[in-house]
């Protein structure tokens, strides 16, 4: 499963969670809760994978990986791995940085550009982090990651949730049998919009 399916499902698993104890409980749990009805508050920053092996494995490439990229700075994969690990022990900055660096040799690539958003979200970048899914949308119109996590910025973050319907009414039509396009619909629903 890759990074930013299990970012989606874990998002899900959040929504789901939220649905549950709102029904069971009398009133809104957050100020987040009672701003936007029906959409959960989120932290703040989207859930991720643990990193494979553990935090310790993840330490360990990090310092692997960053003789490799030292040595030679024009080897993509080794930046995005590093952007991967320090993505996975909670280092938003430092997996900024790395990605930018894969960036600069490799634009474009929709993958890294959505990793790079949600590390931009933690660090409660949220413009940027739009930016980044708005390119990564561009680049490849099908990657429906970078549009689910759009909606979640504009509907958690910015208070925007017109948009917010936009961005998930757009996984649906070009991914309708995605575990996104699920996603989306449930968050559409706690909106109390239609799915396309």
């Known amino acids: 499963m890759n990074r930013h399916m299990t970012i989606g499902l874990a998002i899900g698993l ?9 029904i ?3 009133g809104p749990s957050s100020p987040a809760a009672s701003a936007m009805p029906g959409m959960p508050p989120l932290p703040p ?22 003789s490799i990229v030292a040595r030679d700075p024009k080897n993509v994969q080794a930046w995005v791995r590093l952007g991967n690990d320090f993505f996975d ?10 990605y930018g660096r894969a960036l600069e040799l490799q634009p474009n690539d929709p ?12 660090l409660r970048q949220y413009d940027r982090a739009i930016q980044n899914f708005e390119k990564a949308s561009k680049a490849d119109p099908t990657h429906v990651q970078s549009l689910f996590n759009m909606g979640v910025v ?43």
């Open 111 to 122: 993958n890294v550009l959505t990793d790079q958003g949600v590390m931009y979200r933690e």
């Open 24 to 26: 069971g409980s009398s």
């Open 89 to 98: 022990t909670h280092q938003p900055q430092k997996a900024v940085e790395a």
């Open 154 to 196: 504009y509907s958690a973050d910015l208070k925007l949730p017109q948009k917010a319907v936009e961005a998930w009414s757009k996984v649906i039509r070009v991914a309708p049998e995605s575990p996104q396009a699920a996603q989306a619909r449930q968050a559409l629903a706690d909106h109390g919009a239609k799915a396309p």
């Open 45 to 66: 920053q989207m859930p991720s994978a643990p990193p494979p092996g553990g935090g310790a494995d993840a330490l360990a490439r990090i310092a692997t990986l960053q």
């Open 14 to 22: 959040v929504v789901g969670l939220f649905v549950g104890y709102q």
